[in-house]
């Protein structure tokens, strides 16, 4: 018998993924609940009432009337949720929290509409919630497909601990789900109790770097296509990123060994391209035969400047090496979190109330929860 699990996808302008998302997902719901629509800095991608301007919604309307027959989805918009100008409040917060607060399964699954899963990945994840129902987060490590489906972004911003919340490139993605919980924030993936308290943590799995016989990944198609990629650079400035603005609008310019090297700078990182061998989960391959059929008309971006590089032995050589050295940086990140812990810890443990009391506010309270902890 399947676990109860509630997908909860956040969509807006998901074409070409969305119908190929909810084929792959249906097999294993409980439900799935999509929340569409834009915050008001995605308001240039968007219609004026804030809604896919690629047909999403249309898209996600048909799948329930045709493709449907156990009533699984659940279309949110802006207006069911009392905001009648079409537009979610914030920066996609609100959105998790909608299908947070509609889910009646007993885990939650937060999935973008370019995140995918390997049958059997699914079915090994769906074996373990059965057998480990004491869990309460999954997380899981991606591939990063980027310029087309043959080819995969490596680097130091997918094991950096500021990217996802979580060191070594893992995304929170599954949460044990019951009455009183709520969904706190989108960046990272956070659940709390009732009153507020992060419950994230406990009892936290990663089915890729911890197997368990199982090594599951997510396969992240987020940057395919100019008009899923160059868009995006206008939001993350307007959130005030302009250094990650100006890596998406170069998105179709031509690559040379050193711009090669900074496919992504997040945090001052070095991310390289590298060739992906192996197999795809079925629905993209599906997806992938119509477009080279024409049933899906979305133009790809030229390869031919990825192709060279990855023919380059000078690029091999230098991605090998900063492979390497991003690793080695990772490491000390973590030994010195590791310390930082451990010293924080040992203040907590043996400073005195009357120099604790002397502290500003945030760190007296800091220190009181972690003592409380340690009793």
């Known amino acids: ?27 294993y719901a409980h439900e799935i609940i999509v929340v569409e629509g834009a915050s008001p800095k995605a308001a240039h991608v968007a219609t004026a009432d804030g ?8 898209i996600v309307r048909r799948f329930m009337a045709d493709e449907d027959p156990e009533h699984k989805i659940i279309l949110v918009t802006a207006e069911d949720d009392g905001h009648p100008n079409g537009f979610w409040p914030g920066e996609k917060d609100q ?20 995140e995918f899963y390997l049958p059997e990945d699914m079915q090994n994840v769906c074996g373990f919630l059965a057998s480990h129902p004491q869990t309460t987060c999954l997380t899981f490590n991606a591939y990063h497909f980027w310029g087309g489906f043959d080819y995969l972004v490596e680097g130091g911003l997918f094991i950096n601990h ?29 659940l709390g109790d009732a009153t ?20 599951v990944r997510m396969y992240h198609y987020t ?29 179709d310019t031509q690559l040379d060994e050193q711009s090669g090297l900074r496919i992504y700078s997040h945090y001052g990182t070095y991310n390289w391209l590298q060739r992906f061998d192996g197999q795809h989960p079925p629905v993209i391959e599906h997806l992938r035969a119509d477009l080279k059929t024409g049933q899906i008309a979305i133009p790809m971006r030229q390869t031919n400047d ?19 050295i991003e690793l080695l940086r990772e490491h000390y990140r973590t030994i010195q979190r590791i310390v930082r812990r451990f010293a924080t810890r040992q203040v907590a443990r043996f400073l005195p109330r009357a120099i604790m009391r002397r502290l500003p506010v945030h760190m007296q309270t800091k220190l009181a929860h972690i003592r409380g902890t340690l009793q």
């Open 1 to 27: 018998m399947l676990p109860k699990i509630t997908f909860g996808l956040i969509v807006l302008n998901g074409e070409p993924f969305t119908r190929y998302n909810l084929r792959a997902l249906y097999p």
């Open 51 to 58: 809604h896919s301007i690629d047909g999403t919604v249309d």
């Open 95 to 114: 959105q998790s929290q909608a299908y947070a607060r509609r889910a009646t399964g007993d885990w939650l699954w937060q999935i973008d509409i370019d």
């Open 162 to 190: 500021n990217f996802q919340g979580e060191p070594w490139g893992a995304y929170r993605r599954l949460f044990r789900w019951a009455p009183g919980l709520q969904y706190l924030t989108h960046r990272p993936p956070t």
């Open 196 to 215: 507020g308290n992060d419950i994230t943590a406990r009892q936290k799995r990663n089915l890729t770097r911890h197997p368990y016989g199982m090594p």
């Open 223 to 251: 940057n395919l296509f100019p008009k899923q990629v160059i868009p995006k650079g206008a939001y993350y400035a307007g959130l005030g990123q302009k250094d990650v603005r100006q890596k998406f609008e170069r998105f």
């Open 306 to 324: 990825i192709e060279q590089l990855l023919a380059s032995q000078t690029y091999r050589r230098t991605t090998a090496f900063l492979q390497q």
